[in-house]
């Protein structure tokens, strides 16, 4: 017998969702062969077997939310022994280890057929097996009901939505001692909204998927553990503007477009050139200068955020900046980038200029040392040589992670953006 095991699909993956199985009970596997499609907090992902053999159950059903890694999702017979699971893959030095959050556990019925379920849950070492479909473990988890409390109508006893949406509709006293803070805690737990006096007809509750409780526990993390500051400088763009135009006009043969952000992209890159400090992140072990500018741009998909990344930005011409990032942008929304795509950016760039954000400033994206926060170009009154002008100006952000970039590395790298930026043909010679 061989267990397949919930696979990490990148080094801070800890739990994911099985969207498809491509095999069923029954079906000869060979490695190589594509068996799953599993939904990550970023993307959607094949799955390959790696052993050959029979398809002899599949342990965790399609849709299934919260599989932890190395949790078994299927059984193969004709294989090998299973292998002991693989240690869980370590966070990254800078990052802090991640708070457990309420998340189904994995799906535990094989649904091998048809068949009367055991008369008692009970398991070898004396523990109740609990019988419960995905969708009810999850708005259990959710609602903070103990599974184990409730009595399932569902065939054999299974319980199913309907018994924990009853079971949460009824009224549960508190106890003085369940109110009060825990032990040794400066708070309790978080009151709900119907404790904040939120009527329950008065909103629409939207589950956390596993993209938004990542972002929320990164960002969290970010805000809380890192030392950061601002700096802020507004940049004058007509010559940029200007420039783009004639770039764009050479390009239109070959149906080639270049944004404003790629040409943000592009001095950004060659600004970690020329401050090389400021292309860094911090580790327990020392501060990690990188070697090439490896741009991350956060993009908006739904569901929450993610970072594609324009590896060697330094090194490419606007042309191909143009045409990467449009084309991680488009699959990133549809959920379609590999891993090494949006994993190991060294800066990141998060631009809100085109809903017509004139500043604001960013959360770091550990490990990470920066992040350039870009708002709208506009049209504002300025003085040059004694008289009142109009230039376009573009107000930019850089958030710092203090502990790798201070105050003086941040200004020295702002200075040479802005002189990319206002001076465009800079990039090219």
Same mark, same amino acid.
Not at 13 to 28: N, P
């Given at each position: =017998?061989?267990?397949?095991?919930?696979?990490?699909?990148?080094?801070? =993956?800890?739990? !994911?969702?099985?969207?498809?199985?491509?095999? #069923?009970? !029954?079906?000869?596997?060979?490695?190589?062969?594509?068996?799953?499609?599993?939904?990550?907090?970023?993307?959607?992902?094949?799955?390959?077997?790696?052993?050959?053999?029979?398809?002899?159950?599949?342990?965790?059903?399609?849709?299934?939310?919260? %599989?932890?890694?190395?949790?078994?999702?299927?059984?193969?017979?004709?294989?090998?022994?299973?292998?002991?699971?693989?240690?869980?893959?370590?966070?990254?030095?800078?990052?802090?280890?991640?708070?457990?959050?309420?998340?189904?556990?994995?799906?535990?019925?094989?649904?091998?057929?048809?068949?009367?379920?055991?008369? &008692?849950?009970?398991?070898?070492?004396?523990?109740?097996?609990?019988?419960?479909?995905?969708?009810?473990?999850?708005?259990?988890?959710?609602? !903070?009901?103990?599974?184990?409390?409730?009595?399932?109508?569902?065939?054999?006893?299974?319980?199913?939505?309907?018994?924990?949406?009853?079971?949460?509709?009824?009224?549960?006293?508190?106890?003085?001692?369940?109110?009060?803070?825990?032990?040794?805690?400066?708070? /309790?737990?978080?009151?709900?909204?119907?404790?904040?006096?939120?009527?329950?007809?008065?909103?629409?509750?939207?589950?956390?998927? !596993?993209?938004?409780?990542?972002?929320?526990?990164? +960002?969290?993390?970010?805000?809380?553990?890192?030392?950061?500051?601002?700096?802020?400088?507004? %940049?004058?763009?007509?010559?940029?503007?200007?420039?783009?135009?004639?770039?764009?006009?050479?390009?239109?043969?070959?149906?080639?477009?270049?944004?404003?952000?790629?040409? %943000?992209? #592009?001095?950004?890159?060659?600004?970690?050139?020329?401050?090389?400090?400021? &292309?860094?992140?911090?580790?327990?072990?020392?501060?990690?200068?990188?070697?090439?500018?490896?741009?991350? =741009?956060?993009?908006?998909?739904?569901? /929450?955020?993610?970072?594609?990344?324009?590896?060697?930005?330094?090194?490419?011409?606007?042309?191909?900046?143009?045409?990467?990032?449009?084309?991680?942008?488009?699959?990133?929304?549809?959920? #379609?980038?590999?891993?090494?795509?949006?994993?190991?950016?060294?800066?990141?760039?998060?631009? +809100?200029?085109?809903?017509?954000?004139?500043?604001?400033?960013?959360?770091? &994206?550990?490990?990470?040392?920066?992040?350039?926060?870009?708002?709208?170009?506009?049209?504002?009154?300025?003085?040059?040589?004694?008289?009142?002008?109009?230039?376009?100006?573009?107000?930019?952000?850089?958030?710092?992670?203090?502990?790798?970039?201070?105050?003086?590395?941040?200004?020295?790298?702002?200075?040479?953006?802005?002189? +990319?930026?206002?001076?465009?043909?800079?990039?090219?010679?």
């Amino acid at each position: =017998m061989t267990d397949i095991l919930m696979p990490a699909l990148s080094p801070t =993956m800890e739990e !994911g969702t099985l969207a498809k199985w491509h095999v #069923k009970i !029954g079906d000869s596997v060979r490695s190589g062969d594509v068996i799953a499609e599993i939904e990550t907090d970023k993307a959607t992902m094949e799955v390959e077997a790696v052993d050959e053999g029979v398809v002899e159950a599949i342990l965790v059903a399609e849709g299934t939310e919260g %599989v932890k890694v190395n949790a078994p999702i299927a059984r193969l017979s004709g294989g090998e022994a299973a292998a002991p699971p693989p240690p869980a893959p370590a966070a990254a030095p800078a990052i802090a280890a991640p708070t457990p959050t309420a998340t189904p556990a994995a799906f535990p019925v094989a649904v091998t057929g048809p068949g009367p379920a055991p008369e &008692n849950n009970v398991g070898t070492e004396g523990r109740r097996r609990i019988f419960a479909s995905p969708l009810a473990r999850r708005l259990a988890a959710e609602r !903070g009901l103990d599974l184990a409390s409730l009595t399932g109508s569902g065939p054999h006893g299974r319980i199913i939505r309907a018994d924990v949406e009853a079971a949460a509709a009824a009224p549960r006293p508190v106890s003085a001692a369940a109110s009060a803070p825990a032990a040794g805690s400066a708070s /309790g737990p978080a009151p709900t909204l119907a404790q904040l006096g939120y009527p329950d007809d008065s909103y629409t509750l939207v589950p956390l998927d !596993g993209m938004r409780r990542t972002v929320a526990r990164r +960002l969290t993390e970010s805000a809380r553990d890192i030392p950061h500051f601002p700096l802020t400088i507004d %940049v004058e763009i007509d010559a940029l503007l200007a420039a783009r135009t004639r770039i764009n006009g050479l390009l239109e043969p070959r149906g080639i477009k270049v944004s404003v952000n790629d040409l %943000v992209i #592009k001095a950004a890159a060659l600004a970690l050139r020329q401050v090389p400090e400021a &292309n860094a992140s911090f580790t327990p072990e020392g501060i990690a200068l990188h070697r090439h500018a490896d741009i991350s =741009m956060v993009v908006a998909v739904e569901g /929450g955020l993610i970072t594609p990344i324009i590896r060697r930005a330094e090194q490419k011409g606007l042309a191909e900046i143009a045409q990467e990032a449009k084309d991680l942008a488009e699959r990133a929304r549809n959920r #379609k980038l590999k891993p090494e795509e949006f994993q190991g950016g060294t800066f990141s760039i998060s631009n +809100l200029g085109m809903f017509g954000i004139r500043q604001f400033g960013s959360i770091i &994206n550990p490990p990470q040392g920066a992040i350039l926060s870009v708002g709208a170009g506009e049209a504002r009154a300025v003085v040059r040589d004694g008289q009142v002008v109009s230039r376009t100006l573009m107000t930019v952000t850089l958030t710092c992670d203090h502990r790798v970039i201070d105050g003086a590395i941040g200004a020295r790298w702002l200075a040479a953006f802005r002189a +990319l930026i206002e001076e465009p043909v800079t990039m090219i010679v």
